[in-house]
């Protein structure tokens, strides 16, 4: 039972540099999203998507880039890796039947940029 | 502005002693509350999820109190095993419309438990 699987698990960027965090679900979920957790905060939304085909920003999205042509994969882009991208990265899915589906959580990719 | 506030940031305790954790919410319209268990280095995992009506609910030795009124919620753990060393966060979701689950996160508590 996998769940939510991020690859890679660690990563070291220098400034410039673009890469992307990969994340698949096999729980056939519509609703896929990325967070950040920065120490001393609470998780925040960097993107969103409710199905394949579908992607919006949530509340931190600059610097960022994902897309969504299938159901279980929702990989999520650095354009131009900077300092302050520095983080853990969690990938989260859901159902879509209604507001109170627990989020199934990914054990994150924790990206360091020089 | 939505918050989520908890406290105390850090707790040590004994095992086998029990724990209160708080959660204070400022978050309107409010949909749901949820607490996840996150062990160092993985991601959070759902413990208990309570909507407006509900005022407890349990998940083994861990219960969750809200109270709508005052906006505020508590983590009771009872019993407290080695394996609880965690940190909580208290999740508050706003009553969505369309798309965007609008989820506010606090910054969680660390719970260390001593033998």
């Known amino acids: 039972n996998a769940g939510v699987t991020q690859t890679p698990k660690f990563q070291v960027l220098k400034t410039g540099q673009s890469m992307t965090l990969q994340c698949a679900q096999d729980?056939?979920?519509?609703?896929m999203s990325w967070y950040r957790q920065d120490p001393g905060m609470g998780l925040r939304l960097i993107h969103y998507?409710?199905?394949?085909?579908?992607?919006d920003q949530g509340e931190v999205p600059n610097g960022y880039n994902v897309s969504r042509s299938t159901t279980e994969d929702f990989p999520l882009r650095l354009l131009s890796a900077a300092p302050s991208q520095t983080s853990v990265y969690f990938c989260?899915?859901?159902?879509?039947?209604?507001?109170?589906?627990?989020?199934?959580f990914g054990d994150g990719t924790r990206l360091s940029i020089l | 502005k939505n918050q989520v506030e908890q406290s105390p940031q850090s707790l040590i305790i004994l095992e086998g002693k029990n724990c209160t954790l708080q959660?204070?919410?400022?978050?309107?319209?409010?949909?749901?509350l949820r607490w996840y268990k996150q062990d160092t280095g993985r991601g959070p995992v759902s413990l208990t999820i309570?909507?407006?009506?509900?005022n407890t609910k349990s998940n083994g030795r861990y219960t969750a109190t809200l109270d709508a009124d005052t906006k505020q919620s508590s983590l009771h753990i009872t019993a407290s095993q080695l394996s609880d060393s965690a940190s909580y966060i208290c999740?508050?979701?706003?009553?969505?419309?369309?798309?965007?689950?609008?989820?506010?996160f606090g910054s969680g508590t660390r719970l260390q438990v001593q033998p």
């Open positions: 989260a899915s859901s159902s879509m039947g209604g507001d109170n589906q627990p989020q199934h």
């Open positions: 729980m056939n979920h519509e609703y």
């Open positions: 998507s409710v199905g394949a085909g579908i992607t």
């Open positions: 959660c204070n919410y400022t978050v309107s319209p409010f949909s749901n």
């Open positions: 309570m909507t407006f009506s509900e």
């Open positions: 999740v508050v979701s706003l009553l969505r419309v369309t798309g965007r689950r609008a989820l506010t």
